[in-house]
């Protein structure tokens, strides 16, 4: 399953959409504007919200909770480290691995793929391209993307 996230570059809060191969909507994502830190609602085709991810504001490095109706689900935090950034995935079982000067990442779970990132180039806004192996991974898969690319624009 592939699933396609364009941002759009003006824009006043998180607002986008999450398509599919053939370019049907899948999900949308939108960012609360008025909110202490980045807060996240994804929504599937129905309207209904999958998930929700919200910035931990009092900690040391930055830290976001993804959360499935009103239980937190996994913690992503940035480790602190010198050449490449490093993600804590704590709560799925998985880790993140890749290369933050590419933006090409993996998701894996005990050595095997979960989901792989890789941001198009050359592109209006930022565009990325998530390739989920199994579908009933791809709302936590997403959500994990989204975090990465928070942290990645924090820094910008």
Known sequence: MKLYMKQKIFSWNDRFLIGDEEGRECYRVEGELF???HK????DVGGQEVAFLQQKL???LPTYLIYQGETQVA?????LTFLRPRYILEGLGWEIEGDAWAHDYR???DGVTVAELH???FTWGDSYALEIVRPEDAVLALCVALVVDCVL???D
């Open 35 to 37: 909110s202490w830190g």
């Open 40 to 43: 996240l609602h994804i929504y």
């Open 58 to 60: 009092m900690s040391w």
């Open 75 to 79: 913690q992503i935090t940035k480790k």
């Open 107 to 109: 998701i894996v779970q």
């Open 119 to 121: 941001k198009e180039w």
């Open 153 to 155: 624009d924090a820094n």
